[in-house]
């Protein structure tokens, strides 16, 4: 039997999807990142993938260099190429800079790349996003600290550590985090959470992804392995910077509207973003994200339907 009757059309959608999100982002798949989104039902390995991709889609996809993209995109392969070199540049920079500063990040459970730098695809230049988790009670008494050494090092022009362009976009405390698990489950925070790059806390981070079923629902592949048997601990005396996210949040608020401002006159208006704040959160969610994530629910809630229609057929 041939590949292509073995293949359900979701399948093939699927791959589709997925080459087209990343090349709407100026990058190639890897067959790899590929793979680990498909269903395990169908795809078990990187050589039927790449055999599917062949005999079904051939005639618009191609799999070069171990980079999926359609045949007028070949050159994105070695732009994706030259990305991943700067991504990992980043992540090892954001990694020296926690290790060296234990002080600022001491109440931080977790601490990881994420956005474009997590998917390999960062430009020299980009800003790098970073993921938080803090103890309870300290998300702004930590994020104060860093903040304030930051602008120091950059108004004093000294920035040997390459820091002055780190971005804290989503940042939680414990128990925010533990409620974004409970409230939200889509396919793109799905594929946020399981690209991270964790620079500090990885079993941490591990332990949470490993233990949320609706990730695995979207994306069966994903395996988390975490040698943690009990939810993470975090320890220490009770801490509250209640005043502190009163005023650090206004103060960001501002800092937003002046920037989303610029972005307008620019013409970004994909780039203008609104700032969610509360206690134990603080997440930077731009237009661009939005429409996104309503690109990925209408294609997962189009399969889904598709899926019960083949079922009660």
């Known amino acids: 039997m041939s590949t292509q009757k073995r293949i359900s059309k979701s399948v093939l959608e699927r791959i589709i999807f997925f080459v087209s999100v990343a090349q709407s982002n100026n990058a190639a798949i890897s067959l790899?990142?590929?793979?680990?989104?498909?269903?395990?039902?169908?795809?078990?390995?990187?050589d039927q993938l790449k055999d599917i991709i062949r005999e079904c889609l051939g005639e618009t996809l191609l799999v070069e260099a171990g980079y999926v993209v359609t045949r007028e995109a070949l050159k994105l392969v070695e732009t994706t190429r030259?990305?991943?070199?700067?991504?990992?540049?980043?992540?090892?920079?954001?990694?020296?800079?926690?290790?060296?500063?234990?002080?600022?990040?001491?109440?931080?459970?977790?601490?990881?790349?994420?956005?474009?730098?997590?998917?390999?695809?960062?430009?020299?230049?980009?800003?790098?996003d970073i993921f938080l988790i803090t103890k309870n009670g300290a998300l702004w008494s930590t994020l104060f600290k860093i903040l304030l050494y930051i602008r120091i090092r950059r108004i004093l022009r000294v920035d040997s550590e390459n820091i002055s362009n780190l971005c804290f976009s989503v940042a939680f405390t414990k128990r925010g985090f533990e409620e974004l698990l409970?409230?939200?489950?889509?396919?793109?925070?799905?594929?946020?959470?399981?690209?991270?790059?964790?620079?500090?806390?990885?079993?941490?981070?591990?332990?949470?992804l490993a233990n949320t079923e609706w990730i695995k629902g979207y994306y069966p592949s994903f395996s988390s392995p975490s040698p943690r048997k009990q939810p993470p601990m975090a320890l220490g005396r009770k801490q509250d910077d209640t005043p502190l996210s009163i005023l650090l949040g206004a103060y960001l608020a501002t800092v937003a509207k002046l920037r989303n401002t610029l972005f307008r006159l620019q013409g970004r208006d994909q780039?203008?973003?609104r700032v969610i704040r509360s206690k134990d959160r603080l997440i930077y969610e731009s237009h661009r994200y939005v429409e996104l994530r309503t690109r990925y629910l209408k294609f997962f809630k189009d399969q889904s339907t598709q899926l019960n229609r083949a079922i009660h057929n």
Do not use: C
Request: aromatic share 6%.
């Open 182 to 208: 409970k409230s939200r489950s889509d396919p793109l925070s799905a594929r946020e959470l399981i690209n991270l790059k964790p620079v500090k806390g990885g079993e941490t981070l591990g332990w949470y």
């Open 271 to 273: 780039d203008v973003f």
């Open 32 to 46: 790899r990142e590929l793979l680990n989104l498909m269903p395990t039902d169908q795809v078990h390995s990187a």
């Open 82 to 128: 030259m990305a991943q070199l700067e991504s990992a540049k980043k992540i090892q920079q954001v990694k020296s800079f926690v290790d060296s500063h234990h002080k600022l990040f001491a109440d931080a459970l977790v601490v990881a790349v994420s956005g474009s730098a997590s998917y390999g695809s960062a430009n020299k230049g980009d800003d790098v």
